[in-house]
Every structure is written in C-alpha cells, then in structure tokens.
C-alpha cells in the first residue's frame, strides 16, 4: 500500500515536470513539486491510519514549504491537517496553524473558524470535504443520526480506515446509550474488522 502510494506521488509529480516541459511556462520550483508529493502521500498515510508514515510525510512537506519563508504556505499544511482530524473526529484546536495565525491570509483564517464550527461553508460531493464538513457539525454539537451513518458510508466507501473506526465508534456508543444490543453487536463486529481483529 505505502510503495503504491509513493508511486501514484511520484507519477503525479512526474506528470507535472511533463506539462510543464511541453509548456512554455516556467518549470515549477522543487519545493513545489516536493511538498504536493509529501501531502498528498500524508493525507493518505493519514485516512489510512498509519500515524508513522503519515507524521514523515507532512513534517517532509511542511520543511519544504518552511523553505519559502511563507506563513500562508505553511499555514495552508497545518489547516490540510487539521481537516483530515476533523473528518477523523480529532478534534486538538489545530496548534499548528495557530502558531501562524498572526501572518495569515483571510482565506485561510475563514477557513480555521469553519473548522472550529464558528463559520458556515456549504458541503460538496467531494468526499474529504463533505467527510471534513460532517465532521465540524460534530463537533458543533449538530450531527444526526443520519449524518453519522453519511459520514460512516462515505468512510467505508473510500476504504479510509482511520475516519471510519471513528465514525464506527460513535455508533457503537450511541447503539450502548440506546440499549440497542443488535445494532451494538453489528457495529463491533465492523470495528473488529476494519481493526484486523476478525
């Protein structure tokens, strides 16, 4: 899976030197091709579950994009991370971007009240963006059954591993808090192999 996905970022970089040959544009500069390859193999180290390899990653991206001297650039990492744990209903105040706050752009500093559930933004069929959108009306004290059950489906669906036990956990507590033995039962099964304990 880890080699697979370090292809899929190695091609896609590959593909960019390739437009950007055939171009008459400028090719684009290392960092840049280096940091999109690292978050794209962080975010999917991340919803996976593997914690090791996805820490590597985004600290990998975050050196290069630290390179510009960018707050913005890094500031935009730190909120790509902190939306991956909303989706994964982890949920630490985003300190990464805090630390920036100061020096970044309204774009991004919209998007940091979003995602403390203090601002509004629509959801989308992407599945990461409406994942991340149900996971701030969780936090937000919003969610439904309905919604949990949306966010657990578009988890399995994408075989994001890491969002899924999450999601996974709050139906086991909500099928206990119901009495629900059936449902209870179903959902731990789920859990169980999704977790490779079955």
């Given amino acids: 899976m ?7 970022a190695r091609a ?6 390739l437009l950007a040959g055939c171009s008459s544009g400028p090719v684009p500069p290392d960092w840049q091709l280096n940091s999109h390859a690292a978050m794209n193999s962080f975010q999917q180290a991340y919803l996976r579950g593997d914690t090791r390899a996805a820490n590597a990653e985004f600290e990998r991206a975050r050196a290069e994009l630290a390179s510009t001297g960018s707050p913005a650039q890094v500031a935009r990492a730190e909120l790509l991370r902190c939306a991956l744990q909303s989706a994964s209903l982890e949920f630490d105040g985003c300190p990464g971007f805090e630390k920036l706050r100061a020096d970044a ?15 509004v933004r629509a959801a989308t069929d992407d599945p990461l963006s409406h994942l991340v959108f149900l996971g701030v009306q969780f936090r937000s004290g919003k969610a439904t059954p309905e919604s949990i059950s949306s966010a657990t489906d578009i ?17 086991e507590k909500r099928a206990e808090a119901a009495g629900d033995r059936e449902a209870l039962e179903r959902v731990r099964r789920r859990i169980a192999l999704v977790s490779g304990k079955s």
């Avoid at 880890?2 to 899929?8: N, S, V």
């Avoid at 896609?12 to 030197?17: D, K, Q």
């Avoid at 752009?105 to 601002?119: K, P």
């Fill in 12 to 17: 896609a970089a590959l593909f960019g030197l």
């Fill in 2 to 8: 880890k080699g697979a996905a370090m292809t899929r």
């Fill in 155 to 171: 988890a399995s669906a994408q075989g994001w591993r890491r969002p899924l036990l999450a999601w996974l956990g709050v139906q």
């Fill in 105 to 119: 752009d309204a774009e991004e500093l919209a998007y940091a009240e979003y995602l403390a559930g203090r601002g």
